[in-house]
């Protein structure tokens, strides 16, 4: 079964304003990544966080971390329409390190 | 040259045949992947291999196999393809030593079961 869970599953926005996708997992975690799709194509890390971290930074990216209430949040921030893609969470386990995937948070930023 | 690639990039084949799937990776690292994606249902591990004589089930294993020739080649095999085992399929690697890894994918093999 998927350890993570998108919400929501899609998402439209302005050019500009930012976009907020959250994950939830249910188990004790190693740490959780986020990663873009565009349409067909193979997945991109986008950025990795610890379980004893709580918040993370790259370029227009903020990931939270909440492990007490088990989800994750990714913002990116001032949208373009190259943001246009589905965006996963995954998750590792503590000494277990294949990871498991959501189903995605589908983004689409209109010009 | 990509860091993983896939061969086919798309595949029709018939009920019932065999079909491989390679993946060959030149970041040099241990550890390689198959999943499955559907729509809806994001990727789904069916196999990972963490070294050449180490191979593990994943989440859905069952009419699949795998070979890891190499420590760059890990080989994806459906023994007797079912239209269900359409999807896309995706080989990953990644090195766990490295700070703030993540996992580099292939572009995909589209397969089509009919």
């Not at chain 1, 373009?80 to 503590?94: G, H, N």
């Amino acid at each position: 079964s998927q350890q993570g869970e998108e919400d929501p599953q899609a998402l439209s926005i302005q050019e500009g304003e930012n976009a907020t996708m959250n994950c939830s997992y249910k188990t004790s975690i190693n740490n959780l990544q986020w990663y873009r799709q565009n349409s067909g194509r193979g997945l991109v890390h986008l950025i990795l966080i610890r379980s004893n971290e709580r918040e993370k930074h790259s370029g227009r990216l903020r990931v939270t971390l909440d492990t007490s209430k088990k989800s994750s949040s990714l913002l990116i921030t001032a949208s373009r329409a190259a943001d246009t893609a589905s965006y996963f969470c995954a998750t590792a386990k503590p000494n277990n390190n294949d990871m498991r995937f959501g189903a995605g948070t589908r983004l689409t930023v209109k010009p | 040259d990509a860091d993983v690639t896939q061969t086919p990039r798309n595949r029709i084949t018939k009920t019932g045949k065999r079909i491989m799937l390679e993946c060959s990776q030149t970041k040099g690292h241990d550890r390689m992947y198959w999943y499955r994606q559907d729509p809806g249902l994001g990727l789904r591990l069916i196999y990972y291999s963490f070294d050449v004589k180490d191979i593990n089930k994943g989440e859905i294993s069952d009419g699949y196999s795998v070979s890891r020739q190499a420590q760059a080649k890990f080989s994806l095999s459906l023994e007797s393809a079912i239209p269900n085992q359409t999807a896309l399929y995706f080989c990953a690697t990644s090195d766990p030593t490295i700070a703030n890894y993540g996992y580099t994918f292939g572009s995909g093999t589209r397969l089509t079961v009919v």
